[in-house]
C-alpha cells in the first residue's frame, strides 16, 4: 500500500531441502584385458519453502505480512539413470567407451501465481582411448557429452529481493544445457615429478546465462523515481572455450612440496545486444605448497586466481585468495589438531560490470570468505 512505501521492509525465506539417492552398480571382468559395468541411479529432490514480504506501518512497530508479494513453493525433481561402460586393454593400448541414459522429471508449483513442469530424456556417450609411450609417459584423447542442471531457485519463479530496487527470479522455461568435450592429453613423470599438458575445447548449447535488466512495470507501478531492476535466467545461445590446461607436481626440498596447475584459454558467449558474440583469452592459476618442517607437522599455503571473464552483457572482474592450513599430529598418530584460515588476506571478492538498454551496472558481491 502507498502508505507503507516509505517504511521499512523485510523478506523472510524459509527454505527446506531434502536430497535422497539410491545407486548400484557391477562390474564384470570378462578376462585380463576386457571388463564392463553397468549401474543404475536415481537421484531425487524435493523443497518446499515459503517466502513472505512484510512491512513496517510506523518506526518500531512489527513488521506485518503482507499477502501481496508473499509467496509458497514447493518444487520436486526425479532424475533416474542408468549407464554401462566397457573397457579393454591390449599391449600399449587401452580404450573405454561408456553410455548413460537420463530422464529428468520436475514439477515446479508457486502459489499464488502458477506451476511448470518439464519432462526431458537424454544420452550421454563418451569414449577414451590412451597410448602409453616410453620414459612413463601416456597419451590420451578423450570426448564426452555432458549437461549442466539449473538449480531450483533458478527455475522456481519466486522473486528474491536484494533490496528494495533489484530482485532475482527464476525461469520455469529454463532448460539444461548441454555440453560436448574434447580433450587431448599428455603425461609424463620422471622420479617424482609429474607433468600434465591437455589441449580442450568445451562447446555448450542452451547455454544457461544470468541476464539482468530494467523492470519497466514494477519501475512505473513503485511511483519512485529509482529503476527497479530484474535478474533471471535464459538459455541464451552458444558458448565456447578451447585453450590449454598445465599441472605439475614437484619436490623442492625433502620438507617442501610444489603442486601447480592452470589453464589459458579463449572464451567465447553470445552477445546480449545480439550483435554476434563476445570473447577474451582468460585463465586460471592455482599454487599449492606442502611444508613438512618437523615429522609430525604439515603446513599448506595455497593461492589461486581467476583471470576476467566475459558475458554476455558485461564481464566478471578477477577473483583471488590465499589459504593456509596446519595440521599437528600427536601421540604418535592417534589424534591430530587441525587449524584453517580460508582467505587470509580477505581479497575474494566479485565485481561485476554489466549493461543493458538504459541500465548500466558495477556490482560488488562479498561473502564472508576469510574464515578460521
Given at each position: 500500500?502507498?502508505?507503507?512505501s516509505r517504511n521499512a521492509r523485510q523478506q523472510l525465506l524459509d527454505v527446506t531441502i531434502h536430497m535422497p539417492s539410491a545407486q548400484v552398480d557391477y562390474t564384470h571382468p570378462l578376462d585380463d584385458q576386457r571388463r564392463w559395468g553397468a549401474g543404475v541411479k536415481t537421484d531425487l529432490l524435493v523443497t518446499p519453502g515459503t517466502a513472505d514480504y512484510s512491512v513496517q506501518p510506523t518506526v518500531g512497530a512489527d513488521f506485518v505480512r503482507q499477502e501481496a508479494g508473499s509467496y509458497r513453493y514447493h518444487y520436486w525433481?526425479?532424475?533416474?539413470?542408468?549407464y554401462g561402460t566397457y573397457q579393454y586393454k591390449s599391449g600399449l593400448w587401452e580404450y573405454q567407451a561408456g553410455l548413460r541414459a537420463e530422464y529428468t522429471g520436475l514439477q515446479a508449483q508457486v502459489l499464488p501465481t502458477g506451476s511448470a513442469s518439464q519432462r526431458i530424456f537424454n544420452v550421454f556417450p563418451s569414449a577414451t582411448v590412451v597410448r602409453t609411450l616410453p620414459h612413463d609417459q601416456r597419451l590420451q584423447l578423450s570426448?564426452?557429452?555432458?549437461?549442466?542442471?539449473?538449480?531450483?531457485?533458478?527455475?522456481?519463479?519466486?522473486?528474491?529481493?536484494?533490496?528494495?530496487?533489484?530482485?532475482?527470479v527464476g525461469n520455469p522455461d529454463l532448460r539444461p544445457e548441454y555440453v560436448h568435450v574434447a580433450e587431448l592429453g599428455h603425461q609424463i613423470a620422471w622420479q617424482a615429478t609429474t607433468l600434465n599438458t591437455t589441449l580442450f575445447g568445451r562447446f555448450a548449447s542452451q547455454s544457461i546465462q544470468s541476464l539482468r535488466t530494467i523492470d519497466t512495470m514494477a519501475?512505473?507501478?513503485?511511483?519512485?523515481?529509482?529503476?527497479?531492476?530484474?535478474?533471471?535466467?535464459?538459455?541464451f545461445g552458444n558458448t565456447a572455450s578451447y585453450g590449454l590446461e598445465l599441472s605439475l607436481t614437484q619436490p623442492v626440498t625433502n620438507w617442501w612440496k610444489l603442486t601447480a596447475n592452470g589453464s589459458y584459454y579463449r572464451n567465447q558467449v553470445a552477445s546480449f545486444t545480439g550483435d554476434g558474440t563476445r570473447a577474451n583469452f582468460t585463465g586460471t592459476a592455482y599454487l599449492l605448497n606442502t611444508f613438512s618442517p618437523t615429522n609430525t607437522l604439515a603446513v599448506q599455503l595455497s593461492g589461486n586466481y581467476r583471470a576476467p571473464l566475459v558475458v554476455p552483457q558485461g564481464r566478471l572482474l578477477a577473483v583471488y585468495g590465499v589459504d593456509v592450513a596446519l595440521r599437528q599430529r600427536l601421540f604418535r598418530d592417534r589424534a591430530a589438531l587441525t587449524l584453517r584460515v580460508s582467505d587470509v588476506f580477505n581479497t575474494r571478492r566479485q565485481y561485476t560490470q554489466l549493461a543493458a538498454d538504459g541500465l548500466a551496472t558495477d556490482i560488488q558481491t562479498k561473502y564472508e570468505t576469510r574464515v578460521g
Open positions: 500500500p502507498a502508505s507503507y525433481q526425479v532424475i533416474p539413470q542408468a570426448y564426452s557429452r555432458r549437461l549442466n542442471r539449473p538449480n531450483f531457485l533458478q527455475i522456481v519463479a519466486l522473486p528474491i529481493y536484494s533490496d528494495a530496487r533489484n530482485y532475482v519501475t512505473r507501478l513503485s511511483g519512485q523515481p529509482d529503476l527497479i531492476t530484474r535478474t533471471s535466467y535464459a538459455n
